[in-house]
C-alpha cells in the first residue's frame, strides 16, 4: 500500500533526527482531588509542534499506558476529562495528542479546508494533499510523543492500548500497521461517520500487528454493523470482539462502555 511505504520512509528519515528537548507547557503537577499527576509538553516531529497531555495515577498505577485518540473536528476539551478520570482510577496512564491542524494545531486557513476535503465528492489535488498531511503527519506524531515518553518516563511503551472514534480509524491503523507499539485497539462510534477520502482502514488494519481490537457499535445488530464487524475479523491479525456502546449525548462515553474498554486493556495488554 502506497501511503504506508511512504510513510515509512518518513519514520526512517525522522528516525535520523535526535529527539528534540521538549518544552514544557505545564511542570507536572499533582491533582490529588482526582488523584492523577498532568504532564504537558510541546514536541517536536518533522518541523511541526505536537502538544502532549500524559497522566499519571498517583497511586495503584499498574504501568499501562492507553493513548486516547479524537474524532476528526475534535480535540481533548472538559467532555472528555471524564474518560481520563474514569481510566486513571483503574490505573492506567492516559496519553493524548491533537490531530495535525486540530485542537491547539488549529489553523485559520487550512483547518477547515482539510475537514471539507476528507468529506469531499469530487477529486481536488490541494485538497488530497491536506489529507495526506493529516494521516502520515499523525503517524509520525504519535511515534515521536512515544518515543519521548519512553525516554523520559518510567512507562513501558513496548506495548500500548489506543481508544478511538470509527471515524478517525484510518489514522489510528496507519500507526499500527507501521508501530509494533500499538498491541490493542479500542473503538467506538457509527462506522458510517468515517471520511470518504481517508485511507481504506481495512487495508491498513490487515498489515497491523494488533493483538486484539474492540469495537463498540451504538447498534451491533444493525445490517451495516454486523458487515463491518465481519469485515474486521476477516482482516485484523488479531482477536476482534463486537459489543454495544453506553452512550448518552451529554457524555462521550459513559461508564459502562469506559469499564468495558478497562477490563478488555487490561486482559490483552498484560
Given at each position: ?59 495503584n ?67 488530497a ?5 493529516l ?14 515518553t519512553?525516554?523520559?518516563t ?55 500487528t ?61
Amino acid at each position: 500500500m502506497r501511503i504506508i511505504e511512504e510513510t515509512r520512509g518518513l519514520i526512517h528519515a525522522a528516525s535520523r533526527v535526535p529527539l528534540s528537548p521538549a518544552v514544557t507547557l505545564a511542570p507536572s503537577s499533582p491533582d490529588p482531588d482526582h488523584g492523577l499527576i498532568e504532564t504537558r509538553v510541546e514536541l517536536t516531529s518533522r518541523g511541526d509542534r505536537v502538544p502532549w497531555t500524559l497522566w499519571q495515577p498517583q497511586k495503584n498505577a499498574n504501568n499501562r499506558l492507553v493513548v486516547l485518540q479524537f474524532g476528526l473536528g475534535e480535540h481533548i476539551d472538559s467532555r472528555h476529562r471524564a474518560t481520563v478520570r474514569q481510566l486513571i482510577d483503574r490505573g492506567f496512564s492516559v496519553a493524548t495528542l491533537d490531530w495535525p491542524l486540530h485542537g491547539t494545531r488549529h489553523s485559520p486557513k487550512l483547518s477547515a479546508r482539510l475537514l471539507k476535503a476528507i468529506d469531499a465528492t469530487e477529486d481536488d489535488p490541494n485538497g488530497a494533499g491536506l489529507v495526506r498531511y493529516l494521516v502520515q503527519q499523525s503517524a509520525l506524531d504519535l511515534g515521536r510523543a512515544l518515543d519521548w515518553t519512553a525516554a523520559q518516563t518510567p512507562l513501558s511503551t513496548d506495548r500500548i492500548a489506543l481508544w478511538g472514534p470509527v471515524e478517525a480509524t484510518p489514522l489510528i491503523a496507519l500507526f499500527a500497521a507501521l508501530d509494533p507499539r500499538a498491541s490493542v485497539l479500542a473503538l467506538h462510534g457509527d462506522p458510517s461517520a468515517e471520511g470518504g477520502r481517508l485511507p481504506d482502514a481495512f487495508e491498513l488494519l490487515a498489515r497491523s500487528t494488533l493483538d486484539a481490537m474492540l469495537w463498540l457499535a451504538p447498534n451491533p445488530t444493525a445490517p451495516s454493523s454486523k458487515a463491518w464487524s465481519k469485515a474486521l475479523r476477516r482482516i485484523c491479525p488479531g482477536d476482534v470482539y463486537t459489543e454495544a456502546q453506553e452512550e448518552s449525548p451529554a457524555e462521550p462515553l459513559e461508564r459502562a462502555s469506559a469499564n468495558r474498554v478497562c477490563e478488555f486493556v487490561n486482559k490483552n495488554l498484560a
